[in-house]
């Protein structure tokens, strides 16, 4: 499907211009999207920037969103959060990779980052299976 960028209305591809606006139709973006996941949500961005460069150096690629609100002098705990997005097709070896190598325990439910000890996220209430 290609769509108009200036009306949003799609067409089929064997349209070239938008018939009502008549303007050069783009490709639409759902085709051109690769299926991301967030892989994790991590609370220190330092860190987040060393589990992408690590899962990059295993040979899965990455990419940060940072969420952050950045408040002076000291930011707020619960705004300081980065999502680690990566391929769906790579995600399942991705949290592997990380729960085994960097020490990181994720929830499998929601993926946030959570600490060997518990036995519930503290973010979702999901029972934590036994590490």
């Known amino acids: 499907m290609r769509i108009c960028p200036k009306c949003d209305e799609e067409f089929p591809d064997t349209h070239s211009r938008c018939p009502v606006c008549d303007v050069e139709l783009a490709s639409s973006v759902a085709e051109d999207a690769p299926d991301l996941v967030v892989l994790c949500t991590v609370l ?25 609100f ?13 999502r680690l997005w990566t391929l769906r097709e790579d995600a399942a070896q ?27 996220c503290l ?7 036994e590490s």
Do not use: T, W
């Open 44 to 68: 220190d961005e330092a860190k987040a920037y060393i589990m992408r460069g690590f899962l990059e150096s295993e040979g899965i690629p990455c990419q940060l969103e940072n969420i952050s």
């Open 70 to 82: 950045h408040a002076e002098p000291a930011p707020v705990a619960d705004l300081m959060k980065v």
């Open 94 to 120: 991705a949290r592997e990779l990380l729960e085994e190598c960097e020490n990181v325990r994720l929830c499998s439910a929601c993926g946030e980052e959570v600490a060997a000890r518990d036995e519930v």
């Open 123 to 129: 973010h979702c209430g999901e029972r934590l299976a």
